[in-house]
Every structure is written in structure tokens, then in C-alpha cells.
């Protein structure tokens, strides 16, 4: 179980600087993230170290995400947007 302080700071990791990036993790965060299995919600920290403009382009299909062990959680991601 995480404890309310790590919940508050992966939140405040979620807002970003590019704002295509932080309307979808909005969405996914007012979605999905609840429901986030303990490995999923390791996954999605993760995810967080990720530059921007990288981040952005796993997202929005423009590239593959190198690291085959995200792929999962940037589909959850994607989910949330349809």
C-alpha cells in the first residue's frame, strides 16, 4: 500500500511542462491511477523519470518506448484518452 505522501508527490510528478503531456496524464490520473496495481503503479513512477518530448511520443504512438517493461502501463495511459 502506498502512504499518502508518495501518493501526493507521483500526483505532483504527474504535472509536467508541455501541456498536451499533462492533459492526458490528467485524465489518467482522474481515470485509471486509482485502480493501479502495486508493480502497474511502480511502472508508472518510472515512467515519471522520462524526458518530456519522449514521454509525449510513447504516448501518442509516435515511437516505441524502448523499454518493453512500460509499454503496459503507456497503454493503460492511452486507454484513458479514447
Known amino acids: 500500500m502506498i502512504d ?3 501518493l501526493k508527490r507521483i500526483l505532483w510528478r504527474s504535472r509536467r511542462g508541455l501541456l498536451e503531456l499533462d492533459l492526458q496524464l ?4 482522474n ?4 485502480g493501479l496495481s ?3 503503479l511502480e511502472d508508472y513512477r518510472r515512467l515519471l523519470l522520462l524526458p518530456d518530448q519522449d514521454f509525449l ?7 516505441e518506448c524502448p523499454d ?5 502501463i503507456i497503454e493503460r495511459i492511452q486507454a484513458e484518452q479514447r
Do not use: D
Open 4 to 6: 499518502e505522501v508518495e
Open 57 to 63: 511520443e510513447y504516448l501518442n504512438g509516435k515511437a
Open 31 to 34: 481515470g485509471a491511477f486509482q
Open 68 to 72: 518493453v517493461t512500460l509499454r503496459a
Open 38 to 40: 502495486a508493480a502497474e
Open 26 to 29: 490528467e485524465r489518467f490520473v
